[in-house]
């Protein structure tokens, strides 16, 4: 195994899980490998303390007449559940297939230390960087980066730069070099609905007592029309429209056509907003999704309970220019006006984060491209991501920079879900085009 990947694998056994209070010392202990890591390449590391989760910054030697580029991840990762559909250990990384199979090996462990081992090869090669580097990494990204903005706030002129580059996004298909150039946004809410004061028994009170599922069932199904479209009261009002040059630059990108999505997902049939295409629908139209129910028995055989209370837990991603505290205003009172009599409806907001969308055409933007194609050999695609990432639009309104988005997941990577996977190729490729960005970078 080469040195690259045996740093990888460390990387990896890091149960670095951010939202669980039991791995509250992994995530500790990632970050300290992490800023050992860094001071091995004589990098300068800082490491702060945050409310829940430290921040590590990293710099090379500053000198005036250079470009300053920070590089942003997060070593923090998802739950592994539900653990018994992995094939293998989730935190002890394996190769199969010519993939890394590990939780955290694409989202963002792979993609963001390909960056620090480019880097590292790049100062070995040559004993300088050609351009003012600034690594920022947290552990807090998948619980929505709560301590990131206001440390971007207090340490605002130490982290100022020109242009960010993140590699926490994806590629359209195996091989073909991806940007990004837009983000969705993200805001997330909690309903809960309680009928009576415990389960009751459903022969003795069905009937008679409302029944918080059928409820919940009712007052989910209200959110679209049979054809998709978002029922909710002016939630379109501020969507901007998508410009006819992407419509058209989107038709040609491999990848992404309906048979795409549906091989990679293993779905029937797709799914949308009528009227759009699948990657229109995922890349510049919103959504609203239901992401876990529950409620009732759910154990082995029947139990013939009326239950007394059901929750949902929804997403609902946004694209320019809507706003996410706007939406959710619009979303809490779409809830208590459509809730079922009979129930009382409980209502918890979750975090949010705003939309981003930035000039693919810009000189850093061309430089990128160019990084890309010498790193993959074709040249690059543009488009925008279904993912949000809330803190790439809180680093252009406090740093005053925009973000290359330069992706290296494939659609079937299975982030966030059991047996996440990346390929060997493409973390390889990753340690290049860090090489070949930051020259591009320092002659735009």
């Not at 971007?152 to 100022?160: D, G, I």
């Not at 505290?325 to 809730?339: A, G, N, S, T, Y």
Request: aromatic share 8%.
């Amino acid at each position: 195994m080469t040195a690259h990947l045996q740093d990888l694998f460390s990387f990896l056994r890091f149960a670095s899980v951010s939202t669980d209070s039991r791995h509250t010392a992994d995530v500790r202990d990632c970050a300290s490998w992490l800023q050992q890591k860094l001071l091995s390449m004589r990098l300068s590391v800082e490491t702060h303390e945050t409310a829940r989760h430290p921040v590590v910054v990293a710099r090379n030697e500053h000198r005036a007449d250079r470009k300053t580029v920070l590089i942003y991840g997060h070593y923090d990762v998802q739950p592994v559940d539900p653990l018994e559909l992995w094939q293998s250990n989730p935190f002890e990384p394996e190769i199969r297939e010519g993939k890394i199979w590990a939780r955290g090996a694409t989202d963002n462990k792979g993609q963001m230390l390909a960056h620090v081992l480019g880097v590292e090869k790049t100062l070995r090669e040559h004993a300088a960087l050609p351009v003012n580097l600034i690594f920022l990494f947290e552990g807090e990204e998948e619980i929505g980066s709560p301590n990131l903005a206001p440390f971007l706030e207090k340490h605002r002129e130490e982290l100022r730069c020109d242009v960010i580059a993140v590699s926490d996004t994806g590629m359209v298909a195996a091989g073909i070099p991806t940007m990004g150039y837009g983000l969705r946004g993200i805001a997330c809410a909690e309903v809960t609905l309680r009928g009576p004061k415990s389960d009751l028994h459903s022969g003795i009170f069905g009937g008679a007592v409302a029944n918080p599922i059928t409820a919940l069932a009712r007052l989910v199904a209200s959110l679209h029309d049979d054809k998709g479209r978002i029922q909710i009261h002016g939630f379109y009002d501020d969507v901007r429209p998508l410009e006819a040059w992407e419509s058209e630059m989107w038709r040609q990108i491999p990848g992404v056509a309906e048979a795409d999505y549906l091989r990679s997902t293993g779905s029937p049939a797709v799914f949308g907003e009528d009227g759009y295409s699948s990657a229109e629908r995922v890349w510049a139209r919103p959504t609203a999704e239901l992401n876990g129910i529950g409620g009732g028995y759910q154990g082995e055989g029947s139990k013939t309970v009326l239950p007394a209370k059901a929750f949902a837990k929804f997403s609902f991603r946004l694209v320019p220019d809507q706003d996410p505290r706007d939406i959710l205003e619009k979303v809490e009172r779409h809830f208590r006006e459509h809730c079922p009599p009979g129930v009382h409806c409980d209502i918890e907001i979750g975090h949010d984060g705003k939309p981003y969308l930035a000039d693919p055409h810009s000189a850093d933007g061309k430089a990128a491209q160019r990084a890309l194609h010498k790193a993959f050999g074709r040249e690059a695609v543009l488009i925008r991501e279904g993912g949000s990432i809330p803190i790439i639009q809180s680093f252009r309104e406090i740093l005053g920079a925009d973000t290359l988005l330069l992706g290296l997941a494939l659609p079937d990577c299975r982030i966030h879900a059991p047996n996440e996977n990346f390929p060997v190729e493409n973390f390889e490729t990753g340690i290049l085009l860090n090489q070949f960005l930051l020259d591009e970078l320092a002659n735009a």
